[in-house]
């Protein structure tokens, strides 16, 4: 997403119909991230654990699993090159701005990653998106130069929304939370670390995909 605009449906539907079900098994594993950065530097970085702090915060207080597991940072790798190209075909999928159809398949560089999530902290000014591949998800993050994720509280919100996706959660249409769509930026300090909250839906949906049967 592009804070504040809404993702739009034909990449909602791709998430709804592509998404991975949550197998008995599934419900009790965790999920394993792979993470793309363009420099050991990047702020981001920080930001993506912050936001895998929540989120295994969250299944803490709802007593379940999974939780979010940083298996691998991969820093300036030249497989980059292909993730960037593949980031913007879907990024431009997702804006509506490139033909209609399921889109452009996952490049080769892509599907040989290990990780139940594999998240590209992208170069580039687009759209952050997530999407589903051979049963596990693609993250892509827009570029904190500008903004809105050059604002910490809105890289680390946006950065929670898109895994939230990936746990299986859809938008609402209340711009104050976390799974919004269209959503409506924190005003924050910098230093702040505030996440917009989840909606009960939120989590009586995280309940039903992850409570053990």
């Given amino acids: 997403m592009k804070w504040p605009e809404a993702v739009p449906a034909t990449i909602l539907g791709l998430l709804l119909a592509g998404s991975p079900s949550v ?3 599934q419900q009790a594993s965790d ?4 993470v793309l950065s363009p420099d050991k530097g990047d702020r981001r970085l920080a930001f993506t654990r912050d936001a895998i702090a929540f989120w295994n915060q969250t299944f803490l207080d709802l ?18 090159r292909a993730l960037e190209t593949y980031a913007r075909r879907i990024s431009m999928h997702a804006e509506g701005l490139a033909p209609p159809g399921a889109g452009p398949s996952a490049p080769r560089e892509l599907t040989n990653l290990q990780g139940d999530i594999v998240v590209l902290l992208s170069r580039q000014d687009i759209f952050s998106v997530t999407r589903p591949f051979a049963q596990r998800f693609f993250i892509v993050i827009q570029t904190d130069r500008v903004a809105p994720l050059s604002s910490p509280n809105a890289a680390r919100n946006v ?12 938008h609402n249409s209340d711009p104050t939370t976390l799974m919004c769509g ?7 300090g910098p230093e702040e670390r505030v996440f917009s909250p989840l909606t009960s839906n939120d989590r009586a949906r995280l309940l039903e995909l992850y409570s053990a049967q």
């Fill in 23 to 25: 197998s008995a098994t």
């Fill in 31 to 34: 999920r394993h991230l792979v």
């Fill in 63 to 80: 007593k379940l699993r999974p939780r979010l597991v940083e298996a691998d940072v991969i820093v300036a790798s030249p497989m980059t």
């Fill in 159 to 170: 950065i929670a929304h898109e895994l939230g996706h990936a746990l299986g959660l859809v």
């Fill in 182 to 188: 269209p959503c409506q930026p924190l005003v924050l």
